[in-house]
């Protein structure tokens, strides 16, 4: 684990210094300056930070739904612990997705919410959230919550491919990469990334991730003592 | 055959439960009344879109939806007749049973809204009605699919009226934005072959549904 | 009293080191028991004790935290789903349903578990028994408790259950409905499995083994 904590901290300051210093020239000459992406120009540097966190967000909604989905088989409360907690994570990196995602479509776009396919995605990921949330508060019984939430988190988790196969495909869309986007749309959809820039974003990737792994790690260790200085006996 | 024989006599006693005290019908029903009638005044003789008009459809049926599928499962718990079911059936039969009769109350629900449409609203024209058809039936069917089981669990919560709408909307939108695709190509006058990859994922979703809750169900059925 | 023309399976349920806990507050820890046809059990214990929740799991209502519960027919272990079918239960948290009558109720609960419709001779030999022959037609809504428990028991026997699970058998019952109680669990005694939850101390007598449930707790014999 503290490999992990420190791997996270060198990636992800690594990404932030590299992101927000390096600068973007016309024609790039050495390898720590960035190309210009018509139409995107200083705001590509979104990639390195809105993209990872909208990452980590769906990452969280998989694991909560992998551990709810071992808790059905298993009975194993704390399979419970490590999906509530993964839940709240990918809720927090959800939210911090949708206000970055935001923030980028007010300078990009001129508005700061279009219902564009991915825009709505993460939209309704936060909803799943929010949903599973909700469940969980209105259930009285830990046994109850437990498996009932593993139960809706795995129920929305099947509706996930309508999401994210067909409506970028069947609504075109304002996000690089979907349907109808000429002009900024390669850096993102083919990851035809120039290579600096591409290490830059693996790096940023890896380091939220590391970080999610500690941030659960944490949350993990504290909610199982909390459990244990609860348990009554007979 | 005895499963098909158990499925079906749950269904019937749904029925005839239903029949005896209109629990459901009569939320559906009086919702269905008022909410057209909002949007009426709302709009009164503007002209709208065909796609304004298959939204606000399906905006009616969603939240009557949501106020009458939960009974099937609400009625149980409350009244303490689960533990009775749950001695008697098997889990499958229940969640078949219960399952078909809510797809049976959508196809009621969504044909009632329809004609209060066709009635109300001068401009709802329906220029292709196979395309139609098939996007109520199978909109419908989907409804029901993914309203059961999420019914199934707020029964077992505290707060269920609030919850229920809460917990489907996530899981309905993708039927939601297709079946208003394909209702706007209905109003549209669009061919059934221009419809078809709309039917297409109507049905997977249906599938899916279906296939996910039935294996779900025995978690969330039995204590 | 019952038709008893069917053939009679032996029985046997073992429960090994069953807990059950609630919100992280343990119910009750460890109990264990063999019961073979023709055996029966009482469940004893304070207020608050678990017997309910115990006489629950055992009808394969609820699961239990720990432990395992498990059914065989003549030798050949079973499933819940198919042995639910051998088991009868009457208990104060059973409801039957308030919209139909007590005839419709048993025909239509019936027909779901057995899923045929030929079941009316017996469920006018049931009514007749518990004394609600008369009421048949009349809602359930419309029942006193007492009448709600005579037809609780009528629904427990319809399928000729070689398991009968009794909460609290003689709750809310009069001195004729408790008698016709007691003749029914001593037919039961007889040839099958019984299980009693009671708090009454004449009650858990009628059984031959006993499991005390609660704070000071023994091994189940």
Not at chain 1, 54 to 80: E, N
Not at chain 1, 189 to 205: C, D, E, K
Not at chain 3, 181 to 202: F, G, P, S, W, Y
Request: glycine residues 6%; contains cysteine.
């Amino acid at each position: 684990m503290k490999a992990i904590k420190y791997a996270s901290i060198v990636c992800i300051t690594c990404a932030i210094l590299a992101g927000i210093a390096i600068p973007m020239v016309p024609q790039p000459q050495s390898w720590l300056e960035f190309p210009i992406i018509p139409g995107l120009e200083d705001k590509a540097r979104n990639i390195f930070f809105h993209v990872p966190m909208a990452w980590s967000s769906v990452l969280g909604f998989l694991r909560a739904l992998y551990y709810g989905f071992r808790y059905l088989r298993t009975k194993d409360f704390d399979y419970d612990i490590k999906s509530v907690s993964s839940a709240g994570l990918g809720t927090m990196f959800c939210i911090l997705a949708t206000v970055t995602g935001s923030l980028w479509a007010k300078f990009n776009w001129g508005s700061f919410w279009n219902w564009d396919p991915r825009e709505t995605s993460i939209f309704i990921l936060l909803l799943i959230y929010g949903a599973y949330f909700t469940l969980r508060s209105a259930l009285g019984s830990d046994e109850v919550r437990a498996r009932l939430s593993a139960v809706y988190s795995i129920l929305a988790g099947l509706t996930a491919p309508f999401f994210i196969f067909i409506m970028p495909r069947v609504i075109g869309g304002l996000h690089p990469g979907a349907k109808g986007d000429t002009a900024g749309s390669t850096p993102v959809a083919q990851l035809h990334m120039p290579p600096n820039m591409r290490v830059v974003f693996i790096i940023s990737i890896i380091g939220f991730s590391l970080l999610f792994v500690w941030l659960l790690d944490i949350r993990v260790r504290a909610a199982r003592i909390e459990y244990q200085l609860s348990k009554k006996e007979i | 055959m005895n499963v098909m024989v158990s499925i079906w006599a749950v269904v019937s006693k749904d029925i005839r439960s239903e029949l005896r005290t209109r629990y459901a019908l009569n939320a559906l029903l009086m919702f269905v009344v008022t909410s057209v009638a909002t949007i009426l005044f709302a709009l009164r003789e503007d002209e709208v879109s065909t796609d304004v008009l298959s939204g606000m459809f399906w905006v009616v049926i969603f939240f009557s939806a949501m106020s009458g599928l939960s009974r099937i499962f609400v009625s149980e718990e409350e009244r303490g007749t689960a533990m009775t079911l749950q001695l008697v059936a098997s889990p499958s039969e229940v969640y078949f049973g219960k399952l078909i009769f809510n797809c049976g109350l959508t196809l009621v629900l969504s044909s009632a809204v329809t004609v209060l449409y066709l009635v109300v609203f001068p401009a709802f024209i329906i220029k292709s009605a196979v395309v139609f058809l098939m996007t109520i039936l199978l909109g419908s069917l989907g409804f029901a699919s993914s309203a059961t089981i999420i019914a199934a669990i707020i029964a077992k919560a505290n707060t269920k009226g609030t919850l229920y709408p809460v917990l489907s909307f996530p899981i309905l939108i993708p039927l939601l934005m297709t079946v208003m695709k394909s209702t706007t190509r209905a109003l549209d006058g669009d061919s059934v072959t221009a419809a078809l990859s709309d039917f297409q994922i109507l049905v997977s979703y249906v599938m899916i549904m279906i296939a996910g809750s039935s294996l779900l169900f025995d978690y969330v059925w039995k204590d | 009293m019952e038709s008893g023309c069917h053939p009679l399976n032996p029985i046997t349920i073992t429960a090994q080191g069953l807990s059950k806990n609630f919100n992280r507050r343990a119910i009750f820890k460890d109990v264990s028991f063999t019961l073979s046809s023709p055996a029966s059990l009482s469940i004893t214990g304070k207020n608050g004790a678990g017997k309910s929740t115990l006489s629950k799991i055992i009808a394969g209502l609820i699961s239990s935290t720990r432990g395992s519960l498990t059914y065989s027919i003549d030798g050949n272990q079973t499933g819940i789903e198919e042995f639910k079918h051998h088991i009868g239960f009457v208990s104060p948290y059973l409801n039957l349903y308030d919209e139909f009558t007590a005839l419709e109720n048993l025909q239509i609960l019936s027909r779901i578990r057995t899923a045929s419709r030929q079941q009316n001779e017996r469920i006018k030999e049931l009514l007749t028994l518990v004394g609600l022959w008369d009421r048949r037609d009349d809602f359930v809504g419309t029942f006193s408790s007492g009448m709600k428990q005579r037809l609780k028991y009528a629904f427990a026997l319809l399928h000729n259950p070689e398991v009968l699970i009794l909460d609290e058998p003689t709750s809310n019952l009069d001195a004729d409905g408790i008698e016709v109680i007691k003749k029914i669990i001593l037919e039961q005694k007889k040839r099958n499995i019984l299980v009693i939850a009671t708090n009454d101390k004449e009650e858990a007598t009628w059984c031959t083994q006993q499991t005390p449930i609660g704070a000071k707790q023994h091994p189940g014999i």
